[in-house]
């Protein structure tokens, strides 16, 4: 398995403003992922973290408003950037431990609420 | 064709009954179907899961049942105890291709 640890934790941003979350993984991985999560919903994609090269957005999803950064096989970071309101919900970062198996581990989430 | 459909949205059980969690899906190309559970205030955890090529699949008090030509599986959790309450999501993928998850089932088991 992997252990995923995610920070902060949660927070309370204010509207306009940008707030960077941090991943950490305790093993290489190839797969690193960005999750959406809106209180009550289920999980939506945002975009894969690919080591060296820009991540890959889903639709809906653009750079702009949610840059991510992965500088090595263990660390990727998602900026929200310019928050409103509607940005307040749980951001999820997962991996996909063993290549092409399906199966993801997620770590505890960060709780952004947009004031 | 990329959803997963999941049903119930609740459910509550009473302690020691069979909790029943349903998902249908259209993509046959899919050939891996997990079962997640998240607990409040956590991230989704791996319950169990099953690939097309087996009809049932059992881990302890959860089981997975698979209906390749219905394009159904289902999550069984038999004895249910109230640290089962949680929300469990259904999922499928194939390899090179994102998860897609069903909407969530929200259970509780009264004690």
């Known amino acids: 398995s992997a252990v995923i640890s995610q920070k902060p934790s949660r927070d309370i941003c204010q509207r306009g403003t940008s707030l960077t979350i941090q991943c950490q993984v305790d093993?290489?991985?190839?797969?690193m992922f960005w999750y959406r999560q809106q209180p009550g919903q289920s999980l939506t994609l945002i975009a894969t973290?690919?080591?060296?090269?820009?991540?890959?957005?889903e639709s809906g999803f653009v750079i702009d408003k949610f840059p991510i950064s992965r500088p090595n096989l263990t660390f990727s970071t998602l900026t929200v950037s310019n928050m409103s309101p509607e940005d307040s919900s749980i951001y999820l970062c997962s991996v996909e431990h063993r290549v092409d198996t399906g199966e993801l581990f997620f770590g505890e989430g960060s709780r952004l609420t947009v004031l | 064709q990329q959803q997963v459909k999941q049903s119930p949205q609740s459910l509550i059980v009473q302690k020691g009954g069979i909790s029943i969690i349903n998902c249908a899906y259209e993509n046959t190309a899919f050939d891996y179907f997990p079962w997640y559970q998240q607990f409040p205030g956590k991230g989704p955890a791996l319950l169990i899961a099953i690939r097309p090529d087996v009809s049932e699949k059992k881990e302890g008090r959860f089981t997975i049942s698979f209906n390749k030509s219905a394009k159904q599986f289902s999550l069984h959790i038999m004895d249910s105890q109230p640290g089962d309450s949680a929300t469990y999501f259904c999922?499928?993928?194939?390899?090179?291709?994102?998860?897609?998850f069903g909407a969530g089932t929200r259970l509780f088991v009264k004690a």
């Open positions: 999922a499928a993928s194939q390899e090179g291709f994102k998860t897609i």
């Open positions: 093993s290489q991985v190839t797969m």
């Open positions: 973290a690919n080591q060296g090269s820009e991540a890959t957005y």
